[in-house]
């Protein structure tokens, strides 16, 4: 009713707008479809807007009074000037222009605006048939001059002929009118319309016929007579005729009605009887039942869980049950009258004494939330609720419960608090945070969100997903659009959608938030993690870049390989790998520093990125490796070209700063086709490029069958040799060492010999590098150790045995323990046990096993140092160890007789030992001349086949030669 009721003043409103612009812009400037509403003045207009607004806000008291008296105030001085004949002026309004028009309105419309606006102003009384009654006069005016118009009868709506009320305005009237009916439903005829009982039963089909009949039946008598159908008399006769028949009809249906409400009262009479007689059966009954449920409810009311006090209508207590008294640790008889107020707490007595007597002088029903205090001092929070007892006529008591709500107050304080330290978290959170609704829109926010976000981008009130750029399935993120069923502890990454182009990735969590059993909404975290997507992506990037070239890693290029291989299989193409390795590289590391390799490395790289070709991949795999894959290559000439091309670029000096290094490339090729694998294709350039580095460095070899056959037979020495210490083919053969001057035999070198079941006995050359690369050499080493230990002590006291260690064997912790359990377990003496170190040993030595070196001096082994001059800095690092041997390398012995060179580092080195009291072996002396030369340089010990070639046997005969051969 009140939006029919506002609707219908919004539209007199309207219309009384359009009327007062059309009034003030000029008549000739209105279209004319609309000129008909000209008709109504100016001052009706205002009066209409005025109307409409005190309907709008009929509920504003004083703002409604205002509108109604202006709108009274407009009519009545309307009839005023006309019962007067004076003109007071207030049709005048200022910039309107009549063009000869009157400006007065019609004394109806006076009338209409006089009661409209009095009818406003009773809207204050208490009573509402004032208001109803002068709103229905001003809807019968109208209604009344719309009939004149509907059936052309001029005096309908006009006064003596003259100022007729214009149809608009009747219409307007009629529309402000039933607005202020409409605002009163539950009074006057609309609530007899309303009403659920027996007229609202009999009017509701009535009102329709009795308002719409003689109207429609009006317009039908004047049509027929308009069109000739028929006269004046045949037509009032046809008129009364349908009256009568409708006045029957309603009447009849009137009597159905009523007859229906008579059938109904006699069966209600008859059915109250029935149940008065039935009440009075069961009026004793419940009267024994109320007496038990009297007692009953005394025993309920002792034992409640609040407390129940009855109070007289002064507000004394008259009693109360235990647990009333337990509250407020007050005796029955302390309690009684007004002694209850000792125990409220002395913060809420004053306030507590005071509502309750108003609300008691009042008779009203009374509730408060109050704390008592015990005489203990324990303080209880209890809500009071109080209910009047009344008679016919007055208050005779009150009925008051008492409930402990302690509990509830220190939950809702914890609830408080705990509310408060949410808002601080939300507030100051370094996580942006949102509370978003069932349907994903954002209700609250904190600042960090809105930092997130940015200033661009709208957050309160908006979808949520507003925020976040489109989900792509390859950024790892998901849509987080949420629902009645939307996501709960769901994680995801996702990205902001910024206005300023920044692009911010967030961790976004969703969590529900719970009202009771049901969700209300979710939590929204979002966590900034642009740092770490980017530190992601970078070391995504070093995962398959190397990080000092930004080249390709191993990773990527046996991706690329096996995509070209691909290629290769389905184009028929063939794919070259070179594997290229830098010369001199280390000799760049050790002299300019490692920062001029690092300037090496990047600048070899971006050479060759520079001349290969765009289908190719550059790539570093380590160190100074680099490998480049070269697709669909037809023929190898053209690899061959490749790598001269690389060469040349890598040859060129390097300038960085003001130093210079210049390095050189052992490349390996490889071939393959679509069959092959990237590890073999890859393993095969790198066994070409080892080819190259053998073969004198700074070239190119390509991977073929000779190289593989070579490649084929190590490996198979590799797995051969794993199995020979366990099966026992490790064998220990023995070369003598002689005193040249008194021609005896000093010493027995030992040396390790492969005695394998396919191939017979097999030299140290052939396997003892091997083995030392693949780890084997420990073993090896501790048997021929062993064995040479054990054979040892067949010999003279005054004979020692030789034993050659390698570098790896000797710079092992536990080498010393190795040689002293040698020793223990044959009985061999210390002093008979030479050790035989290399050159490369001794160096190895210096930083990680001088102590063994010590060590095993210290209990009388003497340590050697094999193959003397072939090293570069075996002079400067004689003085790091103290050695008690030097074996001059037997490539010095070999041209003793022709070189006079080597003659003089025979005897440098013979006099260096002198003069560090070392004693010297030559090697490899095979001629009596070299024999007796060596004897004249001074050279006390010599070994070699002029003695004795090596045997099995750790006591061979020495042929002491006297014929120069």
């Known amino acids: 009713m009140r939006l029919a009721s506002l609707t219908g003043a919004a539209v007199a409103g309207a219309v009384g707008v359009i009327l007062l612009i059309g009034w003030s812009v000029g008549l000739g400037a209105i279209p004319g479809a609309i000129t008909g509403l000209w008709t109504i003045k100016p001052m009706t207009a205002v009066g209409f807007v005025l109307g409409a607004a005190a309907v709008a806000m009929l509920d504003r008291r004083r703002v409604t009074l205002a509108l109604g008296l202006a709108v009274a105030l407009i009519g009545a001085l309307t009839l005023a000037e006309y019962i007067f004949g004076i003109s007071l002026g207030i049709d005048e309004l200022a910039g309107i222009d009549f063009d000869g028009l009157t400006a007065r309105m019609a004394p109806a419309t006076a009338v209409s605006l006089l009661l409209l606006g009095a009818s406003v102003v009773a809207s204050r ?161 419940r009267t024994r039942q109320l007496a038990e449920t009297a007692d009953t409810l005394h025993t309920l009311i002792k034992i409640a869980p609040v407390g129940i006090v009855q109070l007289d209508a002064a507000g004394g207590i008259i009693s109360a049950n ?114 978003v609704s069932l349907d994903g829109i954002v209700v609250e926010a904190n600042k960090r969100l809105f930092d997130l976000a940015g200033s661009l981008i709208p957050v309160l009130n908006q979808p949520i997903e507003s925020m976040f750029s489109p989900a792509n399935a ?155 894959i070269c697709p669909d290559v037809g023929r190898s000439g053209d690899v061959n070209k490749i790598a001269e091309a690389f060469q040349k670029a890598i040859s060129e000096p390097i300038q960085f700063g003001d130093q210079v290094a210049s390095v050189d490339a052992s490349i390996g090729i490889a071939f393959g086709l679509g069959h092959d694998d990237a590890e073999s294709l890859l393993r ?7 080819l190259a580095k053998g073969r004198g460095r700074a070239r190119y070899e390509v991977f073929d069958d000779d190289l593989r056959y070579r490649i084929h037979q190590r490996l198979d020495t590799e797995l051969a040799l794993r199995d020979a210490v366990a099966q026992g083919e490790i064998e220990t053969w023995y070369q003598p060492i002689v005193d040249l001057q008194e021609k005896r035999v000093v010493a027995t070198e030992a040396l390790a010999r492969w005695r394998r079941p396919e191939r017979g006995l097999i030299s140290p050359a052939e396997f003892i590098a091997i083995a030392e690369e693949v780890g084997l050499i420990k073993g090896i080493g501790a048997t021929v150790l062993g064995q040479a230990c054990h054979a040892a002590t067949a010999l003279e006291r005054n004979v020692a045995v030789s034993v050659n260690v390698s570098a790896r064997q000797f710079v092992q912790d536990d080498f010393g323990a190795v040689v002293k359990r040698a020793l223990r377990d044959s ?82 080195i013979l006099r260096l030992a002198d003069s560090l009291n070392l004693d010297v072996v030559a090697e490899g002396i095979e001629t009596t001349n070299q024999r007796d030369l060596l004897q004249a340089m001074g050279c006390r010990y010599g070994q070699g086949y002029l003695f004795s070639k090596p045997t099995p046997s750790a006591t061979p005969s020495v042929v002491f030669a006297t014929v120069s051969s």
């Open 684 to 690: 095969n350039a790198d066994q070409a490029m080892y």
């Open 125 to 285: 009384l208490a009573r509402a048939s004032v208001m109803l009654g002068l709103a229905f006069g001003t809807l019968i005016i109208s209604l009344v001059a719309i009939l004149g118009y509907a059936y052309g009868v001029s005096s309908l709506y006009s006064v003596g002929g003259f100022a007729s009320m214009a149809l608009p305005s009747a219409l307007v009237l009629a529309v402000l009118s039933l607005s202020i009916l409409l605002l009163r439903p539950a009074n006057g005829l609309l609530a007899l319309l309303r009403d659920p009982g027996s007229a609202g039963h009999l009017l509701r089909p009535v009102i329709p016929v009795l308002f719409l009949g003689p109207f429609v039946l009006g317009l039908a008598d004047l049509a027929g007579r308009r069109l000739g159908w028929y006269d004046t008399v045949f037509g009032v006769a046809i008129l009364i005729a349908v009256m009568t028949v409708l006045g029957t009809g309603l009447a009849w249906i009137a009597a159905r009605r009523l007859r229906t409400l008579d059938r109904q009262r006699d069966a209600a009479m008859q059915a109250l009887a029935e149940a008065n007689h039935s009440l009075e059966k069961t009026v004793d009954a």
């Open 322 to 435: 235990d647990q009333w008294l337990e509250l407020s640790g007050l005796t029955k008889r302390q309690s009684r009258r007004d002694g209850w107020v000792a125990a409220m707490h002395p913060d809420d007595a004053d306030r507590v004494r005071q509502e309750w007597q108003q609300y008691v002088d009042a008779g009203e029903a009374y509730e408060t939330t109050m704390r008592f205090r015990t005489p203990s001092g324990q303080v209880n929070w209890v809500q009071v609720s109080t209910a009047p007892m009344t008679d016919a006529q007055d208050v005779f008591g009150h009925l008051a419960s008492v409930t402990d709500v302690t509990a509830l107050r220190a939950a809702e304080h914890a609830a408080s608090a705990a509310s408060a330290r949410f808002e601080a978290a939300f507030a100051s959170s370094p996580l942006g945070t949102a509370i």
């Open 474 to 628: 390859g950024d790892g993120a998901a849509s987080a659009t949420v629902g009645v069923d939307g996501p709960t502890g769901r994680r995801m990454d996702r990205q902001m959608r910024r206005d300023d182009g920044e692009e911010t990735w967030v961790k976004v969590s969703i969590a529900e938030i719970h009202e009771g059993e049901q969700a209300g909404g979710f939590l929204y975290q979002l966590e900034d993690i642009t740092a770490r997507r980017l530190a992601e992506a970078r070391v995504e990037h070093l995962a398959f870049h190397d990080p000092l070239t930004n080249l390709p890693n191993r990773l990527l290029l046996l991706d690329r390989l096996n995509q070209a291989l691909l290629q290769a299989s389905r184009r028929g193409t063939g794919v070259a790998v070179l594997f290229i390795d830098l010369d001199r590289f280390k000799f760049v590391n050790d002299s300019l520093g490692h920062h001029a390799g690092d300037a090496v490395l990047m600048q070899v790289g971006l050479r060759l990125r520079q001349h290969a070709r765009a289908t190719d991949t550059v790539s570093r795999i380590g160190g100074d490796e680099f490998v480049v």
């Open 827 to 908: 009985g061999l003496a210390p002093d008979q046990l030479w050790l035989e170190l290399t050159e490369s040993a001794v160096l190895e030595a210096i930083d990680s096993a001088a102590r063994t070196f010590q060590e095993l001096r210290a209990i009388g082994v003497r340590l050697a140092i094999d193959d003397f001059g072939t090293g570069y800095s075996s002079f400067t690092h004689l003085r790091e160890f103290t050695v008690d041997l030097l074996k001059i390398d037997l490539s010095f012995i070999r041209d003793l007789e022709r070189s006079e060179h080597d003659r003089a580092i025979v005897e440098g």
